[in-house]
């Protein structure tokens, strides 16, 4: 993933050359209204008579003493330049090696969510496919049991009975650990009807909350990592509101649209579409105080997982006053870079 390039700061903008010429002739022009005001009213001849009499202070020698005093302070002032100069130029490396060190992050977190929805996927696979067919055999087999005992061993029965009830018991809560792994659907139907599934599951689980779903866009074409960390949001705001707001109401909106028109075109390449996904969830249940410090890491997971595709998380909530968070990611994160 490349790192997001950001518009120049004040401090590293140089001035424009018409400013510069504006300035230096700002001074020309003052110079030679000085020039012109000391000829036409004899300012040195006016300041020599009035310092006459005081002769015995040196008086006279003052023009001498403040052009000296001039130099002086046009060369503190270079050198204060020069060592602003040095300065900035300092800290723009400082921070050039910040972003640099930041986009590294963003690389190696986007890297490290690949890589462990890559080994759920897996581990999902191999739980269906492995387990599953195993479980299923042994529960044809207890049913062979079971119809083979049932009239001439009482105890066989029995005990084929309860082998098949446990293979049944073991086989739905692989099928949990799967839908946890990977959500259901989400490969095969795509993201908004993954999400509708999950909102159901949970207007199962919580029916004293109402829950609202609504998606706007085409979401096709998304890298596997955003469009798990969009769901993996969504996933995470639901849970926090079945720890928090059980009897909320729940209003959960994600759109695709273009960027606004504030933000700078160059920040993306030229073939990139520039579009970005913005999801928020909101209830009305009592909220919390943010400044307090929490134990939880579902937040934390949150922004990681934002930042990580080069997003922006952000979180609003008050004592009393519901609780909203809005994610807003470029739709092109994820995918792999051009070669040039």
Sequence with gaps: MSSESTPPSPARRAPPSSAVSRDLCCVIALTLL?????????????????????????????????????????????????????????????EEEAERLLADNRRLANQALQAEESERRHLARELHDELGQYLNAISLDAARIRDLSAAREPEIHRISLE?????????????????????????????????????????????????????????????????????????????????????????????RAPRDAAAPADNAR??????????????????????????????????ERVEALGGEFHVASRPEGGFLFCARVPAHAGLAEPVN
């Design 34 to 94: 000085a020039a012109l005001l000391g000829s036409l009213f004899d300012v040195s001849e006016r300041a020599y008579w009035w310092t006459r009499g005081l002769e015995r202070f040196q008086l006279d020698e003052l023009p001498l003493t403040l052009c000296v005093l001039s130099l002086g302070l046009a060369w503190f002032a270079w050198r204060r330049y020069r060592d602003t100069r040095s300065e900035l130029a300092h800290r723009r490396r400082l």
């Design 163 to 255: 082998l098949m009830q446990s293979a049944s018991h073991v086989y739905r809560q692989i099928g949990g650990m799967i839908r946890r792994l990977r959500p259901i659907g989400l490969d095969e139907f795509g993201l908004p009807s993954a999400l509708e599934h999950c909102i159901d599951g949970w207007r199962e689980r919580l029916p004293g909350a109402s829950f609202s779903l609504t998606i706007e866009g085409d979401y096709t074409g998304l890298s596997d990592a955003l469009t798990i960390t969009l769901y993996r949001l969504v996933q995470e705001g639901l849970t926090n509101v079945s720890k928090f707001a059980r009897s909320a109401r729940v209003e959960v909106f994600m759109v």
């Design 270 to 303: 030229n073939d990139e579409p520039l579009d970005e996904i913005v999801v928020t969830m909101a209830d009305d249940g009592p909220g919390v105080d943010l400044a307090a410090p929490r134990a939880g890491l579902g937040l934390i997971g949150m922004r």
